[in-house]
């Protein structure tokens, strides 16, 4: 059965989400004080880790590669400042 899921996503360039396989994603924003991806997700469907990086804007892509994929941008507060985040997919 299809749902959507949600997932907290790492403040670091280099985490793994597990979710089953052919997960889709839908969206990547703040919820509350954490950044959260949501998926849609068959729980039929056997489970996979994905890995992923955010990057901060401005900040070097260590590792860059015409496979990454963006999945969206997010801002928050944190340290005193505004900051603007960005996700990808290590393909």
Avoid at 2 to 23: A, H, N, Q, R
Avoid at 58 to 69: A, D, K, P, S, V
Wanted: proline share 4%; with cysteine.
């Amino acid at each position: 059965m299809k749902t959507v899921w949600k997932f907290p996503i790492s403040l670091s360039d280099d985490f793994e989400i597990v979710m089953p396989v052919g997960s889709k994603i839908l969206s990547v924003q703040m919820q509350g004080d954490t950044p959260m991806l949501w998926a849609l997700c068959n729980d039929e469907f056997a489970i996979q880790p994905r890995r992923f990086g955010l990057y901060g804007t401005g900040h070097q892509i260590r590792g860059w590669n015409e496979r990454f994929m963006f999945h969206g941008t997010f801002q928050t507060q944190m340290y005193g400042e505004s900051l603007v985040f960005h996700l990808f997919e290590k393909m």
